[in-house]
């Protein structure tokens, strides 16, 4: 017999809660300690669903980048494990599967139209161990992307298993590059129960290509709260620099970024670049244009591969402004980082960026078609360092309005759970 009625009302509570509880299975391509803006996106998605309470597993490979789905690298990460409160699952890249379209991929690189239109199947990542033992388990929700990747078509072919489950496709969609908006990439989001995009830019896109709009949500991306809360930095001996910050891939063209400081060296300018983020199969590239510079400009130039959240902050405390020159971007996590820490931002006049930074006002947009603009837009802020700190601020305040993770999680809980708390 119950002691008391507020017992009574306490179980009852908890018991439907745990009702209420909603399992969710993320398959992805890659996952944290990899770094990167999707994989930042789904990490920060579904720690915010597992604090929220839902039973939240991600499906994953054990690469640290895309292009280790062909080299097939020894990362020596767990297969199974739970990282703040997210039970992560990893098919190893030593899977046969990964030698036999291995060899598939690199003949449909060559192959035109034929090659876009196939290479998503098999990209990677590749599942077979890991697949079948999450079919196994009942999912209320699956959440798959991003693309080009394969991930798409394991999240559609799960669902044709499981027609119960909830599918949702997350696409982190760069709209310019074919790869990414191949036929097949298109047809799978169609069968999606919903579309989960970065952008209106985005948005739009989905929705010209026959995505009904109904379907499509757009979420955003954000930052965490330490980044608005950390204290600053103390300058060490380099300071007032202009900073890079991203991988060292070829779209990012940090070799742009890197002609446009030398140009500006022959004119006297004393500023230093520093280049931070991951390395890639094209940093042998930036190697070699590097080692190509005379030494005046070489000394010049510093790098940073590995470092922890405290020094991303330290390198974004300490420098003048964010330049960012990539040309194909879902979101760009990385200027609201440095908005985060109150710094001004320059990135190319694409569509995605321009929902983002207003022109002037939070930072600066430049021609991409036009190198010597981008070379402008770096004078600008440097020959006027209160521009540069009013830029800064106003970002700062887009961050602490409508860009941290927590909001964009309730979001995401209000509009697809609705009746679920939100409370952390």
Known sequence: MLSSP?????????????????????????????????????????????RRGFQ???????????????????NNLSGQEVVNGVRVLREPLSAKIYKYFKFIDRPLRK????????????????????????????????VAGPTPTSTVFYGLFYKIRKPGTRFMVVPCMHTADRLHTSWLNLWAIKKADAVLALTDAEKKYLRLRSVREEKIQRIACGVD?????APRTE?????????????EGEHKRIPLLIKAMKNLRDRDCENALVVAGARANFSYEIDRIISGLPQSARSRIYRFNN???EQKIAL???????????????????FLEAWARGKPVIGANIPTLREIIRDGENG??????????????????????????KMGQAGHRDISEKYTWDRIVDKIVGTFFPGISTKI
Do not use: W
């Open 111 to 142: 192959a035109g139209r034929l090659g876009v239109f196939l290479r998503p199947l098999f990209f990677g990542p590749h599942f077979l161990r890991t697949f079948k033992e999450v079919l196994k388990e009942k999912v209320d929700v699956l």
């Open 56 to 74: 939240v597993t991600v499906l994953t490979s054990d690469a640290l980048s895309t292009e280790q789905y062909f080299t097939l690298a020894v």
């Open 364 to 389: 600066l947009l430049f021609d991409d078609r036009e190198e010597e603009d981008l070379e402008r837009k770096i004078l600008k802020i440097l020959g006027n360092r209160e521009l540069g700190l």
């Open 6 to 50: 507020i017992r009574f009302v306490s179980i009852i509570y908890a018991g439907f809660n745990i009702k209420m509880k909603k399992s969710v299975l993320f398959i992805t391509h890659l996952y944290y300690p990899s770094p990167g803006g999707a994989e930042r996106v789904f990490q920060k998605i579904a720690e915010g669903l597992a």
């Open 225 to 229: 709260e330490y980044f608005l809360m």
């Open 316 to 334: 974004l405390d300490n420098c003048l402004m964010m330049v960012n020159p990539s040309a194909h971007e879902s979101f760009g996590i990385v």
């Open 235 to 247: 300058a060490g001996k380099l300071k007032d620099y202009v900073l890079y910050l991203g991988q």
């Open 307 to 309: 470092f922890s959240e």
